[in-house]
């Protein structure tokens, strides 16, 4: 079994939808990252939480360090957030990152 | 501007011979890795190193290797001895202060390996 799941594996959503994209993990964690990977394969990180909630634009992130789990929110999905969406824990004293599969969103105009 | 660079972005090359990938950074960053990408997996761990002149495999690291000569710079080489070569690879780097996972890690735009 993976130390990180996401799901869903894909996504399909019309414009303007709310998308939620789901990660837990098995590893006790100091941190949650969540990152994006557009087609041309570059990867840029869009948050990093270890309790709580963080908002940037219409994106949301939640983290439940007791159920270990996390959630990535878009607020009126737009083709341009077509990418697919990284979820990857950080363990305790190790700088190493566990990464999930990845979620692959599709908008559609 | 600062940031991760990797060179080349399409590469092919025959099988049995060795190819370096080239990783540079001028993020002052003193930890360096290097993940393969294949498609439906996660990023998996190749090697990292924590400072210069030191480096430790990953999770994946038979039949790679790789040197820490600068700060800046992380080359990968993919050897003949690497089964399944043909994949996407990255590179990243992040500063080691603090505690570990607090820090954001910064990615290269990656390397796509064709051996055919």
Not at chain 2, 47 to 59: E, M
Not at chain 2, 64 to 88: D, I
Not at chain 2, 89 to 102: F, K, V
């Amino acid at each position: 079994k993976n130390e990180v799941e996401q799901s869903p594996q894909n996504l399909t959503a019309q414009e303007g939808e709310f998308i939620t994209i789901n990660c837990s993990y098995s590893v006790g964690i100091s941190a949650l990252h969540w990152l994006q990977q557009h087609p041309g394969g570059g990867i840029v990180s869009l948050f990093m939480l270890s309790s709580g909630k963080k908002k940037h634009g219409r994106l949301i992130a939640t983290i439940n360090i007791q159920e270990k789990h996390s959630s990535l929110h878009i607020t009126a999905s737009h083709p341009r957030d077509s990418a697919v969406y990284i979820c990857a824990a950080a363990p305790y004293n190790n700088n190493d990152m566990r990464f999930g599969a990845g979620t692959r969103l599709t908008v559609k105009p | 501007d600062g940031g991760i660079t990797q060179s080349p972005k399409y590469l092919f090359r025959k099988e049995g011979q060795n190819v370096t990938l080239s990783c540079e950074q001028n993020l002052n960053h003193d930890a360096m890795y290097w993940y393969r990408q294949d498609p439906g997996q996660g990023l998996r761990l190749i090697y990292y190193s924590q400072i210069v002149n030191d480096f430790q495999k990953g999770d994946i690291a038979e039949g790679y290797s790789v040197s820490r000569e600068k700060k800046e710079s992380f080359p990968l080489t993919v050897t003949s001895a690497q089964k399944n070569p043909t994949a996407f690879y990255l590179c990243a780097s992040r500063t080691s202060g603090g505690a570990p996972g607090y820090n954001e890690q910064f990615f290269g735009p990656g390397t796509r390996l064709t051996v055919l």
